[in-house]
Nanobody, 121 residues
């Protein structure tokens, strides 16, 4: 069974910083693409940032310049450093992983359960 577990969310004042982590565990061959999504209150889930296995990154315009996504392939872990947080960054942040269970398999999609980020004004 493959699991993605997020950590690092919490309550922070506007202008503050948070570092989210997402660790993949279980039986699998390799983690391919990893991404962070968020779901603001009352809104749909949206892409925040993504990173390939070779660390090519992309960011949503809303966080560009204020966030840095990274990963440690040896630890099967992804990070999101967010700075200068704004109240509109509030939401549940989800980890997404495209993971190969076995060497010859196509990669499948997995989601974490989410971690709450609340930014107070």
């Amino acid at each position: 069974q493959v699991q993605l577990v997020e950590s690092g969310g919490g309550l922070v004042q506007a202008g503050g910083s948070l570092r989210l982590s997402c660790a993949a565990s279980g039986r699998f061959y390799r983690v391919e693409l990893m991404s962070w999504y968020r779901q603001p209150p009352g809104k749909q889930r949206e892409l925040v940032a993504g990173i390939t296995r070779s660390s090519i990154t992309n960011y949503a315009d809303s966080l560009k310049g204020r966030a840095a996504i990274s990963r440690d392939n040896a630890k099967n872990t992804m990070y999101l450093q967010m700075n200068d947080l704004k109240p509109e960054d509030t939401g549940v942040y989800y980890c997404y992983g495209n993971i190969k269970r076995n060497i010859g398999d196509f990669a499948s999609s997995y989601w974490g359960q989410g971690t709450q980020v609340t930014v107070s004004s």
